[in-house]
């Protein structure tokens, strides 16, 4: 282990991070994609969450950043330079028995639309849940376009709190500029933002920490529920629109299994309340019994602390 190189291997994870977003950013809106850029410029030059960017270099970076793409778009995926051997960037477990006991968590899967996923972060903990293992990642050293804040892989859960964090600012900015989203205000109001923003963003970061692994422990039941004839399912169904109608039945199955009953056994209204703020699109649509039981319990259930 003494001969491993920390730099050689955030450089292979980042450049199949590369080829990735090479192969599908365009598969995004517009919209979404100048988003999702402008969040990867911040990530990419340390920019606090507080600080506006300058639009001109994000422009100028976002034309660098497109000519890099048309350059590895094509090009294969890169081995993770490890001691020994160099491993496969799928061979995830592989991997991360060399990187977990140096501090170091690594992920490389497949999301919506068959994207592959990677990112290299700082490993904060480990543990074991219901016969899964939770990896929770911080300072992230290796990302991709997309940067989603829980993702399970076989039977490894994976945490990125800092992708988490960045996600849960965009929550309250969002919020800020309409104030529309009542339960969102609560959620607000219960961590204080007004009073300090981020002592605030740091305690809901913890909070949904554990809502983000109470909701993958629920992905992973599903998954040993419906089995391979689910897969197969969702496998026909990629960059369609039923995809979408799919994985909104599997997040509420694995929301009623799991991420609801902890969330209810926690008895934490500020978790409660987030959860409601982002009940929207298809899951409401499915399943608008929920939030009207939600209406139901929030004005009995809501201390006056936790009021926007």
Partial sequence: MNDLNVGAIVSAVQKNCHISDAQFASD????????????????????????????????????????????????????????????DPFEVAAANRDLA????????????SC???????????????????????GCEFARDLDAPPGMMLDNTIFVRTESLKRWLWEK???????RRNEAMGRAVACHGFERDPEAALEAMTRTETESVILH?????????????????????????????????????YADCLSTLPGLLERDDPAAIHFF?????????????????AYRKWVKPAIPARCEP
Avoid at 172 to 178: G, K, L, P, V
């Fill in 276 to 292: 409601f703020a982002n009940f929207t699109g298809m899951r409401r649509k499915l399943f608008p019994e929920l939030a009207a």
């Fill in 172 to 178: 309250y900015e969002e919020w800020r500029w309409n």
């Fill in 216 to 252: 993958e422990l629920g992905e992973a039941r599903v998954g040993e529920i419906l089995g391979e004839p689910w897969s197969s399912l969702l496998a026909s169904l990629m960059r369609t629109r039923a995809e979408i109608v799919a994985r909104a039945v599997r997040d509420l």
């Fill in 101 to 112: 006991p140096l501090g170091l968590v690594y992920s490389g899967g497949y999301g919506r």
């Fill in 28 to 87: 995004l809106t517009l919209c979404t994609f100048l988003l999702k850029m402008r969040e990867l410029y911040r990530w990419e030059h340390d920019i606090p969450l507080t600080q506006d960017m300058p639009k001109s270099a994000v422009g100028d970076w976002m034309n660098e950043r497109e000519r890099l793409w048309e350059t590895v778009e094509t090009a294969p995926y890169e081995a993770l330079p490890l001691p020994g051997a160099a491993v």
């Fill in 115 to 137: 994207k592959p996923h990677f990112f290299l972060g700082n490993l904060e903990r480990q543990e074991e849940r219901q016969g899964f293992k939770v990896y929770v990642a």
